[in-house]
């Protein structure tokens, strides 16, 4: 039984496709109201891992523990319905709608609204909808959107994509919140700005945050722990400072020569 | 060149959209419309003349209480008179009624939920069959070969259940849709096309053949009579009494018929469109768009994808039930017939031509399409064969319009209409006449800064579901 | 090395009709067992009565007396619908997109073989052609088919898919709708300017009606005899030398080489110097020039055409092209043949097993049951990998 302060427990987690094996017994468990990266090459099975997370991929072996839920093999609405929220590498929103609606959508879960109210506009819809819309109105502000609400979401530019992202996941109302390489393609003073945005989030809001990254600076920055994962295994994890001297992550990312090159 | 005749026009829109203007502009053009086809009830002009002022108003900046109440004349009053002095504009009508409502229905799957559906005629069959069968005399010709029901057979039911058929037409619709949706679970894109292409001509071809062992639907000739609604002692005495003199004669029961059949096919559509858009802004609708959009991130976002395709199929079928019933009822006679493929094909342009995921949109697209095979179509072949009755000819090559061959009547060429429309909307306006337009809601900060957005969202899209669209290019975020 | 690549070809020759061999063998086998294993449990049912008490035979024998044509005619329908179904497996291959104006295509050719032959009739060339001269002009309207439809092919590519290019999958798809329904209408349009009539009838030349006895199967009663049409052994040898024809052309050749590049990946194949567009020109060129010849055959067998022919048998040929694996050649091969034994085997035994409660007309009805079962629960086809398919 793990800590109950710890909000995500996963063990010997395994992802297969045909003969490959993209996720191979990860474990790991983060404790709630922490910053935590996921980094390692290319193809080291993180988006699968976090795929297998955020219920679109069944594993194959291993359970997830989510704020107390086995959530394993769960559908996503389930899984976002605990409170899990998540974005994706190639920001993925609905490009031909506005960006409200994008959130809205986003709160999908947190709506009671039946298709019957919704008909007859009861009372309760509008008034849910209202509340709705403000707090997504809230919520863009939060991110640092303004005015752009009834925009088309794939009319912004690309650093306001990945805030109207973030955006609508919030909108899920999360306590674990997935980033899947929140920064790439950002230029410097944008990342700085987005990692103010994460510590915000898991300082005013509470949010517990899982990182995929790329960017070192970024992730020696902001994660308080780290694990490194390299051909679908976990090959390190610690703090940002145990993490740079690890002498197997430095092999993982520039090659065994610098590895030693750099411990000699 | 273009540039300028489209922002002339654009001028003018906007002075006849500016004060009174509108006002004098939609009235004015509903009393010419109506005097028009008042007098020359044949004219097409005429004709569109009055369906130009009945669609406008929608368009122009008008008070919405003048507004319903201009859609309230037109559909009660006007319409019903002109009908009773030409019935073949009732006709037009009700099917433009009809048709809307069908494609609204198929909007929903196509247009908002992104599935193609080749087979949906199948519906609008389950309603037709529904109460021709319960509300003919088949339930009692079971074992009878058809066309040899004995003189006498007595109804099955009251002609009055109808209305109650039209709600389970609704119902029995929704839930074939829900079982012919079930492939939607596994299958997308283009095989699922095909998939509800088969469905729709199995039923079609169930229709055609269960005339055993069990006589169903009297196969390919077809169920008839099937009962209409019994009219109140009365009602024609009572519309005769206030419409009389416009009209300039009695209606007779037939024509009342015409005027009440067109009035329950507007209330069906009213209640559609309202559903429609009702559905459309709330969490169902967005959802529906989010899966046309990006199935895959929706589904992160807690959306349970195969549950509201589902629901997208057993809505959409609904409506098609509710007029199927309707349908039976009207033209008294169901057969396999008018449930054919390129039915299923006519509703889905419509649906494109006017706007894949636009209500107003398919409402259009349904009438354009119905008054260019109606009355257009129509009326070229009329022509037609009053020149080849004629002795003109044409001078050059001699050519005498009476060898033309009588096999040329425009009004078959529905096939050719239809594919040509399909043909150049893909490659030229894949979004349709009338693009879907995202709400704009009244936001606190927009509001503040809406001039500043510069760009233009009219054109949603092109409507059409693209899961393979790569993710936008990262450009420079100058906003920071 | 000349000899090497003789023989690779020779190979490419000898293998499809092997596999043809296989088929055509396998799928009757199976269906024949399949067939006397249900009359024989249907042997004392209300069938097997009524059989007895109208013709004097009990159910498996009658079962097993037809099944010699029944295998015939299945085998017959199963390369025409082959010929058209490879059509739209190449089409697929190369675009990933359904050409739904196949069907058309396949009527285009027909009509233009057609044609030619009344012409021809009507000069009087025909009558008095002797015995090898019908198959001369046979072999010109199958040619003149295969023009026709080729060319249209070509140019539905050109003026409505290829603008489309690169749009959602669905928009080609529409457009190919409205293709398909336009084409039949033209059709009907230019027949009906003609001559007043938009359907069209082959005229009667040659011995293609004649019947070659096979053997004669005694019975008590009266002996069956088993032949075969002429036009039927015409049809099954005209489809086989244009299915090796065409699968020498995709895999011995280099512009089948070209082709294979382009279904794997376009881009790639680009980068390499390939020219995309005339590939898949080529590819609907082939498609259509063996839909059209399909078409020709298919007038030969059915003798009436009409611009809507192509809708039936383009819908079975589709089906044929999913059960064997969408965009696998041999696959569209082994699923012709199975739709032509399930239709051949309907149509013969379906009306008798259920006492004529349900009887050929549900023939269409099975074949689309087919298709939406491979689609929903294996869309790769028999032939074709599991692979995930993209929406």
């Not at chain 1, 919140?177 to 790439?184: G, K, V, Y």
């Not at chain 2, 001078?395 to 399909?422: A, E, H």
């Amino acid at each position: 039984m793990p800590d109950p302060v710890d909000i995500l427990a996963t063990t010997n987690v395994v992802k297969r496709f045909g003969g490959l094996t993209a996720v191979n017994k990860m474990s790991f468990t983060i404790r709630q109201g922490c910053i935590y990266s996921i980094i390692g090459p290319n193809g080291a099975g993180k988006t699968t891992f976090f795929n297998t997370i955020s219920g679109l991929y069944k594993p194959e072996e291993g359970s997830i523990l989510f704020d107390g839920h086995r959530i394993e093999g769960q559908p996503p609405e389930k899984i976002t319905a605990l409170h899990m929220a998540r974005t994706f590498q190639n920001i993925r929103l609905f490009g031909g709608m506005t960006v409200v609606e994008n959130i809205l959508v986003g709160a999908y879960t947190r709506l009671k609204q039946s298709s019957i109210q919704a008909v007859f506009r009861t009372r309760a819809f509008l008034d849910e909808e209202k509340k709705a819309e403000s707090r997504a109105e809230e919520l863009m502000e939060y991110v640092g959107l303004y005015g752009v609400g009834n925009e088309l979401a794939a009319s912004l530019p690309y650093g306001a994509q990945r805030r109207v992202e973030i955006a609508r996941a919030l909108a899920s109302e999360p306590k674990l919140l997935l980033l899947d390489e929140p920064t790439a393609g950002m230029n410097p003073s944008e990342s700085a700005d987005a990692l103010q945005l994460f510590r915000r989030l898991r300082d005013d809001l509470g949010i517990t945050i899982l990182l995929i990254e790329h960017d070192m600076k970024v992730v020696m920055n902001v994660s308080e722990r780290i694990t490194v994962m390299d051909y679908g295994e976990k090959i390190a994890e610690g703090t940002p400072k145990e993490i740079a001297a690890n002498p197997r992550v430095i092999e993982a990312y520039l090659g065994r020569g610098a590895a030693a090159a750099m411990t000699a | 060149m273009k540039i300028k005749i489209r922002e002339t026009l654009r001028t003018v829109a906007e002075y006849l959209n500016r004060g009174k203007a509108p006002y004098f502009l939609s009235i004015g053009l509903t009393i010419l419309g109506f005097v028009l086809v008042y007098l020359s009830p044949r004219s097409i002009p005429a004709f569109l003349v009055f369906a130009a002022a009945a669609g406008l108003p929608y368009f122009l900046s008008i008070k919405k209480s003048i507004k319903l109440a201009l859609a309230v004349l037109v559909a009660i009053v006007l319409v019903p008179v002109l009908g009773a002095r030409n019935i073949f504009y009732l006709e037009v009508i009700f099917q433009i009624a009809v048709f809307s409502a069908l494609a609204l229905g198929l909007n929903i799957v196509v247009g908002f939920s992104g599935l193609l559906n080749f087979g949906y005629m199948a519906f609008y069959a389950v309603g037709a069959y529904l109460w021709a069968f319960f509300g003919s005399q088949q339930p009692f010709l079971l074992h009878a070969i058809p066309g040899t029901a004995p003189i006498g057979t007595q109804f099955f039911m009251a002609a009055d259940w109808f209305y109650l058929f039209i709600f389970l037409g609704v119902i029995v619709a929704a839930i074939v849709g829900l079982i012919l949706g079930l492939p939607v679970l596994r299958v997308r894109g283009d095989y699922l096309a095909i998939i509800t292409l088969g469905f729709g001509e199995i039923v079609r071809q169930l229709a055609n053949n269960l005339d055993k062992p069990l006589n169903l639907t009297n196969g390919p000739q077809g169920i008839t009579p099937i009962q209409r609604p019994t009219l109140p002692d009365g009602v024609i005495r009572f519309f005769n009494g206030i419409f009389e003199p416009l009209v300039g004669r009695p209606v007779t029961v037939n024509q009342f018929y015409n005027i009440l059949f067109y009035l329950i096919a507007l209330v069906v559509v009213i209640v559609a469109i309202v559903i429609t858009y009702r559905l459309d802004d709330s969490k169902v609708g967005r959802a529906w768009t989010a899966i046309r959009e990006d199935e895959l991130a929706a589904t992160a976002m807690g959306i349970p994808a195969n549950k509201l395709k589902l629901g997208a199929f057993a809505v959409g079928a609904s409506f098609a039930g509710a007029m199927g019933v309707l349908f039976a009822a009207s033209r008294t006679f169901v057969s396999p017939e008018s449930f054919t493929f390129l039915q299923s094909v006519g509703v889905l342009t419509m649906v494109i031509l006017g706007g894949i995921g636009s209500i107003p949109g398919v409402i259009i697209g349904a009438s354009v399409v119905i008054i260019l095979n109606l009355q257009v179509l129509q009326s070229f072949s009329l022509f037609l064969s009053r020149l080849r009755q004629s002795d003109a000819y044409i001078p050059i090559i001699n050519f005498y319009w009476r060898d033309l061959s009588n096999q040329l009547d425009p009004s078959k060429y529905q096939r050719l209409v239809f594919g040509i429309i399909l043909i150049l909307m893909m490659i030229y306006r894949p979004a349709g006449i009338l693009p879907a337009a995202r709400r704009k809601r009244e936001l606190r900060v927009a509001k503040l800064e809406a001039d500043s957005a510069s760009v233009d969202n009219g054109n949603g899209g092109n409507g059409l579901p693209d899961v393979d669209k790569p993710a936008a290019s990262p450009k420079e975020d100058n906003h920071a | 090395m000349r000899r090497l690549i003789k023989s690779a070809g020779l190979r490419e020759i000898l293998l499809p009709l092997g596999r043809m061999a296989v088929f055509v063998l396998g799928a009757g086998a199976l269906m024949s067992v399949v067939m006397v294993v249900l009359a024989l449990l249907c042997r004392g049912s209300g069938a097997d009565k009524l059989l007895l008490s109208t013709q004097n035979v009990n159910i498996v024998f009658y079962t097993m007396a037809n099944l010699p044509q029944v295998l015939i005619d299945g085998v017959t329908i199963g390369f025409v619908y082959a010929a058209i179904a490879l059509g739209y497996t190449m089409v697929y291959g190369v675009l990933e997109f359904i050409n739904f104006a196949h069907s058309e295509i396949f009527a285009i050719g027909a009509f233009a073989g057609v044609e030619f032959l009344i012409i021809m009739d009507k000069i009087g060339v025909l009558a008095t052609s002797g015995t090898y001269g019908p198959y001369l002009y046979l072999t010109l309207a199958l040619a003149i088919g295969m023009l026709a439809a080729g060319g249209i092919a070509v140019l539905i590519e050109r003026t409505a898919y290829r603008p489309l290019r690169g749009a959602p999958r669905l928009v080609p798809l529409i457009s190919a709708i409205g293709v398909s329904f336009a084409l039949q209408d033209i059709i009907r349009l230019v027949e009906s300017l003609t001559t007043g009539q938009f359907y069209r009838v082959i005229p009667t030349f040659g011995n293609f009606d004649d019947k070659i006895l096979l053997f004669t199967i005694q019975t008590a009663s009266a002996p069956i005899k088993v032949d075969i049409q002429v036009k039927s052994v015409i049809v099954i040898a005209a489809a086989v030398m244009m299915l090796v024809g065409l699968n020498y052309i995709v895999n011995a050749t280099r512009i089948g080489k070209a082709i294979r590049s382009v279904a794997q990946d376009r881009d790639t194949a680009a980068i390499m110097g390939i020219g995309v567009n005339g590939v898949i020109a080529f590819t609907f060129l082939i498609g259509g020039a063996l839909g059209g010849a399909a078409g020709v055959l298919y007038a030969l067998k059915f003798t009436r055409i009409d611009p809507f022919v192509g809708f039936m048998p383009g819908m079975k040929a589709f089906t044929a092209a999913v059960v064997g694996g969408i965009g696998n050649l041999t696959g569209a091969l082994l699923g012709g043949i199975i739709l032509g034994m399930l239709e051949s085997f309907a149509g013969a035994y379906l009306g008798t097993f259920t006492m004529g409660n349900f009887g050929s007309e549900y023939k269409d009805i099975i074949a689309f049951l087919i298709l939406i079962i491979v689609i929903v629960f294996r869309p790769s086809g028999l032939l074709g990998e599991q692979i995930s398919q993209k929406a």
